[in-house]
């Protein structure tokens, strides 16, 4: 947007227009030919050179700014991180920069999962899970910050500042919905082991796709370091 406004900016100063209607898009800019000149030719030109530069830079400067600030959020000082633990029953207790399973299941590599959105690390460092039951539980405390309308997917946020996505299957967008249950609201606040959703394996099985959970920190780059234990039956990522 920032990117956009200088370069709109530029071509409305220069009082660049059309000479012909048509779609927008690069091969638009030859509309921008006429009147036996090609000066608004040339000032397009350089509006999309203006709108990729200030772009750019835009996301090189704010990324380093809200790495900044994400950071400080997530890795409070020593004298203040004394938290005490969650207590559950049920499940065995997340510290700080800890989480414990989101579903039962065996743990997989990245590698190992088929599709490279997550395979990839593109979303952020990323943990496999293949399920044995169909219940995603909270991995750490936290609120609800976005519910795919969907409900395959949910995004949290934990309390010191982690941001998670539980991406249930592979390409189950396309199941519209169909075999999932969201146990919470968004913005809705949790405890850590506290049931968010419900999926059907046999029905995203029957529907062809795979049912892989994906967990993913999104703002993986907010910290010096992210370690993946795929073995340890309790806990899932530390950072």
Not at 1 to 23: K, Q, V, W
Not at 25 to 45: E, H, K, R, T, W
Not at 76 to 101: I, L, Y
Not at 175 to 183: I, P, T
Request: net charge negative; charged share 15%; aromatic share 6%.
């Amino acid at each position: 947007m920032i990117g956009s406004a200088a370069g709109g900016l530029y071509a409305g100063l220069t009082h660049t227009h059309r000479f012909a209607t048509g779609s927008s898009g690069l091969p638009a800019v030859v509309m921008y030919i006429g009147d036996g000149s090609m000066q608004y030719f040339y000032n397009i030109i350089i509006a999309l050179a203006i709108d990729i530069v200030v772009t750019a830079i835009a996301v090189v400067i704010l990324q380093k700014v809200w790495a900044h600030q994400n950071k400080k959020v997530a890795t409070p000082s020593a004298a203040s991180q004394t938290p005490a633990p969650v207590k559950d029953p049920t499940r065995s207790t997340s510290r700080p920069g800890e989480f414990v399973n989101v579903c039962t299941g065996k743990r997989i590599d990245k590698s190992e999962i088929p599709d490279p959105t997550f395979s990839t690390g593109l979303m952020g460092e990323t943990c496999g899970i293949i399920p044995e039951t169909g219940l995603i539980t909270a991995p750490f405390k936290g609120q609800v910050m976005m519910i795919a309308p969907t409900r395959h997917a949910i995004g949290l946020v934990s309390d010191d500042g982690r941001e998670v996505l539980i991406h249930v299957g592979i390409d189950t967008v396309y199941m519209e919905g169909k075999g999932f249950e969201v146990l919470v609201e968004s913005n809705q606040t949790f405890q850590t082991g506290q049931p968010l959703l419900r999926f059907d394996i046999e029905e995203i099985e029957k529907a062809g796709y795979s049912p892989i959970v994906n967990v993913i920190l999104t703002n993986t780059a907010a910290y010096s370091e992210v370690t993946l234990d795929l073995d340890n039956p309790e806990q899932l990522i530390l950072v």
